[in-house]
């Protein structure tokens, strides 16, 4: 059984930094993507930065350039570290991943970034 389990969230001033991790286990993130999402209330759940199975990145538009996405194979996690943070990044932050044609999430950390 996949399961993905986010931590770091928290309120944050805009300008500040956070690092979101996200300890997968039941599948190994050398073989499977996972990506890192947001939902804003009143908003869709949109991608923010994904890494690969063999370790490449991509990034919306929007968080390019603050956000970096990196991963510890050894432990199996997954980490977001967002700089510059504005308060449209105010969102509930997800980690997830597609196995076997199955999506997987977490519960979801929140982040909250005051003006």
């Known amino acids: 059984q996949v399961q993905l389990m986010e931590s770091g969230g928290g309120l944050v001033q805009a300008g500040g930094s956070l690092r979101l991790s996200c300890a997968v286990s039941?599948?190994?993130?050398?073989?499977?993507?996972v990506g890192w999402y947001r939902q804003a209330p009143g908003k869709q759940r949109e991608l923010v930065a994904v890494i690969s199975s063999i370790g490449s990145t991509d990034y919306a538009d929007s968080v390019k350039g603050r956000f970096t996405v990196s991963r510890d194979g050894s432990k199996n996690m997954v980490y977001l570290d967002m700089n510059s943070l504005k308060p449209e990044d105010t969102a509930v932050y997800y980690c997830?991943?597609?196995?076997?044609?199955?999506?997987?999430w977490g519960q979801g950390t929140q982040v909250t970034v005051s003006s």
């Open positions: 997830g991943c597609r196995r076997l044609s199955r999506d997987y």
């Open positions: 039941g599948t190994a993130i050398s073989v499977t993507s």
